[in-house]
């Protein structure tokens, strides 16, 4: 994997936040007493639905990797194959959700939506590309176990979703 993609892995998390930090300003929820006067009901209903969705696949994919999914280096020993793992990258997938979600929510404008969600897109693929090449020297683990404790770990994402609600709700 380049140094790029290394770089993007290891700081993923404070990446987006700096990200809606940047894009914050931009958001366009309303004002005063009813902050999502300027959304459609349709609008925040599909960005419930992804968001929900990203959160549901997130902690399904929990229960399986565990805290291997915080790591800040991509290396894969043992495969995962079953339950959510059926699909390839779940984790990815979740957060190709919220993160479609969530930029759905702050209503930017057009061009920074695209240009905002290419790059998560190209990010990830870099991610993906990575996983896959480790994916090659790396046997399918007989021992994983289901661990439903382990969506506790999903914490710092709902927590981090509900800064970013409240602050769209005060914009």
């Not at 004002?31 to 639905?49: E, H, Y």
């Not at 280096?73 to 959700?97: Q, S, T, W």
């Not at 046997?139 to 999903?154: A, C, F």
């Amino acid at each position: 994997m380049c140094e790029i993609s290394r770089w993007l892995f290891r700081y993923r998390g404070e990446i987006g936040g700096a990200v809606f930090l940047i894009l914050y300003p931009y958001t366009n929820t309303g004002v005063g007493m009813n902050p999502f006067s300027l959304l459609t009901p349709g609008r925040m209903l599909l960005a419930g639905i992804f968001v929900l969705s990203g959160l549901l696949l997130r902690a399904l994919a929990r229960v399986y990797i565990g805290e291997r999914s915080d790591s800040r280096l991509i290396v894969m020993e043992k495969i995962i194959d079953r339950g959510v793992y059926k699909l390839r990258h779940p984790m990815y997938l979740g957060n190709f959700f919220l993160t479609f979600g969530v930029l759905t929510a702050m209503n930017l404008p057009s061009s920074l939506f695209w240009i905002t969600f290419s790059l998560f897109i190209g990010q990830y693929t870099l991610f993906i590309l990575a996983e896959e090449k480790a994916r090659r020297h790396a046997r399918i683990d007989d021992e994983n176990k289901v661990r439903w404790g382990k969506m506790v770990l999903e914490t710092k994402t709902l927590v981090t979703l509900g800064i970013i609600y409240l602050l769209l709700l005060v914009k």
